[in-house]
């Protein structure tokens, strides 16, 4: 059983940034893919970026080149830095465990895991 808690949501202005939090419970974090969700009202559930256990990554093309995700196993802790942030940003983002990344030649590829965090609410102001 794997319990995540997302942190460091919050208020800012569009061209601001912020860096979400996602603390994993349980021994096998370092095993495992990770990746950020988000929604936003009245739209579906969309990935925004994935890590695998090795480090790759993953970004949906509208996040590109402002937002990173990162791990640090001994703290068992994945990490969203969000940059340049704009008011299209604005959802409930959501963290992801236990989750399947697979990359060919086409690209990378990230298919949720069982787990959940509740979720930390991203608001951009224009």
């Known amino acids: 059983q794997v319990q995540l808690v997302e942190s460091g949501g919050g208020l800012v202005q569009a061209g601001g940034s912020l860096r979400l939090s996602c603390a994993a419970s349980?021994?096998?974090?370092?095993?495992?893919?990770m990746g950020w969700y988000r929604q936003a009202p009245g739209k579906q559930r969309e990935l925004v970026a994935a890590?695998?256990?090795?480090?790759?990554?993953k970004y949906v093309d509208s996040v590109k080149g402002r937002f990173t995700i990162s791990r640090d196993n001994a703290k068992n802790t994945v990490y969203l830095q969000m940059n340049s942030l704009k008011p299209e940003d604005t959802a409930v983002y959501h963290c992801?465990?236990?989750?399947?990344?697979?990359?060919?030649?086409?690209?990378?590829?990230?298919?949720?895991?069982?787990?959940w965090g509740q979720g930390t609410q991203v608001t951009v102001s224009s």
């Open positions: 890590i695998s256990r090795g480090g790759s990554t």
């Open positions: 992801n465990a236990d989750g399947s990344f697979r990359t060919d030649a086409l690209g990378s590829y990230y298919y949720a895991g069982r787990y």
């Open positions: 349980g021994s096998t974090f370092s095993s495992v893919a």
